[in-house]
């Protein structure tokens, strides 16, 4: 069974740093690529970053470049989101999910249950 | 204010037939797949359609999908209560380059 579960989520204050980390279980971890996706409070679903399977090629979202930074370590099946310089508005729960594979294109076929991220001071 | 347009909320009774739609552009549904997310309250999204009209193992025949240019659509037949959730429409957007969603769409059952 496909597992993600999603760890590090906390109340950081405004300008602070916060490292999410995913550890997967259940498939083959170094043969995915990999996404973190937010949601505010309330809110829809925004698309984070993602990451190859090699960890070689990353994507973010244009408005999170230079502060958030998404990397792996496919020997502890881990995928990390480490994010700088957090503003009140980055407040959301945070989601890992698996970007699926010879589904006809871009799929998040799995996801974890998401981290809770408060940015207050 | 998300790339991909969908009505704010829909509403059923149980046993009745709903759609709800999906707006996008050229740039997103208009050259790609499309996908449908459902997310029950207090849970995490789960893929319910994918590649516009597949679904993934273990998701009832009552979805279906469709897409036809630059929008898409999502059907639930023989509505039931446990169907009560918020669905999000998903394209990958190539000006955008990443992927983008609607801002989803609230299911009432009544």
């Known amino acids: 069974e496909v597992q993600l579960v999603e760890s590090g989520g906390g109340l950081v204050q405004p300008g602070g740093s916060l490292r999410l980390s995913c550890t997967a279980s259940g498939f083959m971890f170094s043969r995915y690529w990999l996404s973190w996706v937010r949601q505010a409070p309330g809110k829809g679903l925004e698309w984070v970053a993602n990451?190859?399977?090699?960890?070689?090629?990353?994507y973010y979202v244009d408005s999170l470049k230079g502060r958030f930074t998404i990397s792996r370590d496919n020997a502890k099946n881990a995928l990390y989101l480490q994010m700088n310089s957090l503003r009140v508005d980055d407040t959301a729960v945070y989601y890992c999910?698996?970007?699926?594979?010879?589904?006809?294109?871009?799929?998040?076929?799995?996801w974890g249950q998401g981290s809770l991220v408060t940015v207050s001071s | 204010q998300s790339v991909l347009t969908q009505p704010p909320s829909a509403s059923g009774t149980p046993g009745q037939r709903v759609t709800m739609s999906c707006s996008g552009s050229s740039a997103n549904i208009g050259s790609d797949i499309v996908n449908w997310y459902q997310q029950r309250p207090g849970t995490a999204p789960k893929l319910l359609i994918y590649s516009n009209t597949q679904r993934p193992s273990g998701v009832p025949d009552r979805f279906s999908g469709s897409k036809s240019g630059t929008s898409a659509s999502l059907a639930i037949t023989g509505l039931q209560s446990e169907d009560e959730a918020e669905y999000f429409c998903e394209a990958w957007d190539d000006s955008l380059n990443g992927p983008v969603f609607g801002g989803g769409t609230r299911l009432t059952v009544l």
């Open positions: 999910a698996r970007d699926g594979v010879g589904l006809g294109g871009f799929v998040l076929d799995y």
């Open positions: 990451i190859k399977e090699d960890g070689r090629e990353k």
